[in-house]
């Protein structure tokens, strides 16, 4: 039987030598990724058999149950020492713990693990968080593009973790805290800040108030757009490019929320909409993030370069948020008319390549002309051709697409905003069409 290295750490030691003499991983677990409706991701424990499925969260502070699932499991809860209380994201304070026993995770076992107890408001999703307090005694490898997340031994040759591509990739340092999040630096539009890497949050999130200091923002500005169904002064802005390492996320989906609201102060949270992008392989033991896009042959789809400036074919892109996508424009008649296509997963759990759309998370797809061209028109179509057309024009009754336009003729300034909502629970695939026109 394979023992939980957080309890007794004797399967991470078992064979050292060996692994060191010819540098092979030994993968210790493969465990099925899951994906909500919201972005996170989450795999099933068993509890003394019971499966709970748990948020993976590489910026918990601790493994956590929801007081749901503890009462459910029947198990006591214990009032922890103040030194050790939590501060969850927007303040609230955690002070009781619970110690289920005959926990299994992946094929890894362990007769009793400590969890702390959090409100399910926190969580209402999920049974419970898998954190850092297990996941930094192994490497933790995040495979999105086949839904795996793979445990591997610590012990192996420095560097020797690539396994999924023999394609260029990025080698990132960073720093581990005293409970195991990851902080790196990151550069948002020319600013460098302090990332915290959060698989736990589904969306990537700035200080309001920080990012008004560091890029001289207007509230007012129409480039600022209000998120309606999040708390009042959130919003999403059209930033340029995030890098960090040799990682190139163009337009990337960034949330700025209010440090009255966020607690997060001039700390940025790099969460999931930007992170299921990619190949993320965390080597806790080396200090070490390595990096490809999720599907390694196809960064150019997502948006993404590894060690990259290549340019982009037309100086015009679509930018989609939820996951953070970007639209490749294809040639479509003489010279200044292009056409890119955009899936949309209404209702359902995202494909890769796909944003996801609900009743209570819109879409919005941005259309803009790099420095020196202007946008003539854009517009949208349905794209039927994968799909059954009497399917669509179902679909179509429980979807809304509004356009507007922002900024104004001045090169470089004008966008074209559509916005994809769902009105309600109703499942299917949407495919639009975006032509461009510009000179």
Not at 143 to 158: E, G, R, T
Not at 186 to 193: C, N, Q
Not at 416 to 433: E, I, M, S
């Amino acid at each position: 039987m394979k023992t939980l290295a957080i309890c007794f750490i004797l399967l991470l030691a078992a064979s050292p030598a060996l692994a060191q003499s010819n540098c092979r991983l030994a993968r210790n677990a493969s465990i099925d990724l899951n994906f909500d409706n919201a972005g996170g991701v989450y795999v099933p424990m068993k509890i003394s058999g019971t499966t709970v499925n748990l948020l993976v969260d590489t910026g918990g502070a601790g493994s956590m149950l929801t007081d749901r699932t503890v009462d459910a499991l029947k198990l006591e809860r214990i009032k922890m020492d103040r030194s050790t209380w939590l501060q969850m994201f927007g303040g609230e304070v955690l002070k009781y713990y619970a110690q289920p026993r005959d926990v299994e995770l992946g094929g890894l076992h362990a007769p009793s693990l400590r969890m702390v107890i959090v409100p399910v408001g926190h969580h209402p999703n999920f049974d419970g968080t898998l954190a850092p307090d297990i996941m930094r005694l192994y490497d933790v490898d995040f495979d999105f593009a086949n839904a795996k997340l793979n445990l591997f031994s610590q012990d192996h040759c420095p560097g020797a973790v690539v396994y999924w591509t023999k394609d260029a990739y990025a080698q990132i340092e960073f720093h581990v805290d005293r409970v195991g999040h990851i902080e790196l630096p990151i550069e948002v539009d020319g600013h460098t800040l302090s990332a915290a890497f959060d698989t736990g949050s589904s969306e990537s999130i700035m200080s309001l108030d920080l990012a008004k200091r560091l890029f001289d923002l207007d509230e007012k500005s129409l480039d600022f757009k209000a998120i309606s169904n999040l708390p009042l002064h959130t919003y999403r802005y059209p930033f340029k490019t995030l890098k960090f390492g040799g990682v190139t996320v163009n337009n990337p989906d960034i949330l700025l929320v209010p440090n009255s609201v966020s607690h997060v102060g001039d700390k940025f949270i790099l969460g999931m909409g930007i992170l299921r992008q990619l190949h993320l392989y965390i080597a806790y033991k080396e200090r070490k993030l390595y990096v490809t896009p999720a599907s390694a042959d196809s960064a150019t789809s997502l948006g993404v370069a590894a060690n990259s400036s290549e340019a982009p074919a037309f100086p015009v892109s679509l930018h989609c948020n939820n996951p953070a996508m970007e639209g490749q424009f294809t040639s479509d008649g003489p010279d200044g008319f292009v056409t890119a296509r955009m899936t949309f997963d209404i209702n359902t759990t995202p494909a890769a390549g796909a944003v996801r759309v609900t009743p209570g998370t819109n879409s919005v797809c941005t259309v803009r002309a790099k420095e020196g061209f202007v946008i003539r028109s854009a517009s949208f179509a349905i794209d039927s051709r994968d799909t059954d057309a009497a399917i669509t024009r179902e679909l179509l009754k429980h979807v809304e697409i509004t356009e507007e336009v922002a900024g104004d003729s001045r090169p470089g300034t004008k966008a074209f905003v559509f916005t994809v909502k769902a009105t309600d629970a109703t499942r299917g695939k949407l495919v639009l069409d975006f032509p461009v026109s510009y000179r």
